[in-house]
């Protein structure tokens, strides 16, 4: 069985693009949270239900979220 890597907390700083003055949050995530969940949590911090397009970058991959109605 491979050895799991200790869970460590991650501070991560989320800007939104192109707004001034700058909106941004810290957040502090378990390092093995799914990005799924950070989805969520990225909800719960910037205060919106849902309704904000916003894109995650890992690497060159590109996953984008739309605006739900």
Not at 48 to 66: C, N, P, Q, V, Y
Request: proline share 6%.
């Amino acid at each position: 069985m491979p050895k799991q890597e200790p869970v460590t907390i991650q501070q991560l700083k989320v800007v939104l693009k192109d707004i001034k003055p700058p909106i941004w949050r810290r957040l502090l995530v378990r390092s093995d949270t799914r990005l799924h969940q950070f989805h969520a949590i990225l909800q719960v911090a910037m205060g919106w239900m849902d309704g904000h397009l916003h894109a995650f970058t890992i690497g060159e991959s590109l996953t984008t979220r739309a605006i739900s109605t």
